[in-house]
């Protein structure tokens, strides 16, 4: 996306955003699209999603290392139509309904070149300061390569839940999660559910899932968990809790997917894990933690970190279309884009409670 303007300057309907000016400050302006390079598609924005991320920003002006130091157009899971393909696109056209990738390597390092493109230093992905996200009423331009046709049984919505499904799908790759794993999953949250799918669909024998909210666990619970367990966020509890949640699996734990990452859910996590398992670090909750790595490394227990993703969206779509992943129900709220909207909106996702996935649809 290009920087803040007044409009394209082709005479064409301006395009107007979500900027992220301040903290607690969200304002639709205009802003002015890069020109069309050949390889590039022009995709009318249908379908955006909240992140928890978009809402520390929001809160902050940072997520983790990340810092916004001038005004930013906020979202990064999204979806939309294509309206405009560059000269040598071949494998999209008008009309077609993609969803996005967001993060773009620089294809010439060693990360990108060995296929870990996530990792990417020059890693430029949306509503990551600098560069610009895609809450917007009208335009964007992507690179065709990362823009992904739906089948006609997924919806725009869908699409754009392909961005944190993504975060579930790496997760469950990173661990090796299969046919004959038992799976705990800390939080229950928006990504702690979809890493739960995700879990099932790549045929996890037992999942258990954590949380503080009684409500979460109840839509876990629904969501296909084999069993719930509400712990507290008292680091006391800790030792009780872990022999709790090795009862309620009723077997040895292989893999632990910490989707909060905070002191308290990691350490339960390297202590509730067998021998020889691994514990997947997903949530940034923290940034820094205090865990005991010692007895875990006596067990031999191995720490995974997760960053974003890496091709995920074609199996993301795939789940999606055969059904193996049902997204549907996380979305609990929607909106539409004008600035009484966007602000709620925003509200509502930060203040969690019953609100999942808060959805714009545009």
């Known amino acids: ?37 050949p390889r590039d598609v022009r995709v009318r924005m ?23 130091k001038e005004p930013m157009v906020i979202g990064h899971e999204c979806a939309g139509v294509i309206e405009e393909v560059g000269s040598e696109v071949k494998s999209l056209a008008v009309g077609d309904r993609v969803a996005l990738e967001t993060g773009m390597g620089c294809s010439r390092c060693r990360y990108c070149k060995g296929g870990r493109y996530n990792l990417c230093l020059e890693m430029k ?15 964007l331009v992507h690179p065709a390569e990362l823009c992904f046709k739906l089948p006609d049984n997924v919806s ?5 839940m392909c961005e944190p499904l993504s975060v579930g799908i790496h997760a ?12 705990l999953i800390m939080g229950a949250g928006p990504i702690g559910l979809i890493t739960m799918l995700a879990a099932r669909a790549f045929g996890a024998a037992k999942i258990v899932i954590t949380d503080v909210n009684d409500h979460r666990l109840s839509v876990a619970k629904s969501l296909g968990a084999d069993e719930i367990v509400r712990v507290s966020s008292n680091m006391e509890d800790i030792d009780e809790e872990v022999i709790q949640i090795q009862k309620v699996m009723g077997a040895d734990i292989d893999i632990t997917v910490d989707c ?3 002191s308290k859910t990691m350490s339960t996590a390297l202590n509730a894990t067998r021998a020889g398992g691994k514990v997947c670090l997903v949530g940034m909750g923290q940034n820094e933690l205090t865990v005991p790595l010692t007895p875990a490394a006596a067990r031999e227990v191995d720490i ?13 779509i795939e789940f999606l279309r055969t059904g ?4 549907k129900p996380l979305i609990t709220h929607r909106y539409g884009f004008s600035q009484k909207e966007v602000e709620e909106a925003f509200e509502v996702s930060a203040r969690g409670r019953d609100a999942l996935k808060v959805m714009f649809n545009l």
């Not at 996306?1 to 903290?23: F, I, T």
């Not at 991320?53 to 916004?68: G, P, Q, Y």
């Not at 992905?125 to 335009?139: C, E, I, K, R, T």
């Not at 469950?172 to 799976?183: D, K, L, S, Y």
């Open 1 to 37: 996306m290009g920087s803040g303007g007044e409009g394209n300057g082709d005479g064409k309907e301006q395009n107007m955003a979500a900027w992220l000016v301040s903290v607690n400050t969200l304002k639709i302006q205009p802003y002015q699209l890069p020109p069309l390079g």
């Open 304 to 316: 995974i970190g997760v960053f974003r993703y890496k091709d995920t969206w074609p199996l993301c």
């Open 156 to 160: 725009l919505e869908e699409g754009a």
């Open 46 to 68: 249908k379908a955006v999603g909240i992140c928890r991320s978009d809402v520390h920003f929001l809160k902050t002006m940072r997520c983790a290392h990340f810092v916004v």
């Open 172 to 183: 469950c790759r990173r661990a090796g999660v299969g046919p004959e794993t038992n799976v």
């Open 260 to 262: 909060v990452g905070f």
């Open 125 to 139: 992905s949306f509503a990551a300061p600098p560069v610009h996200g895609s809450l917007a009423n009208q335009q």
């Open 324 to 327: 193996k992943i049902n997204v």
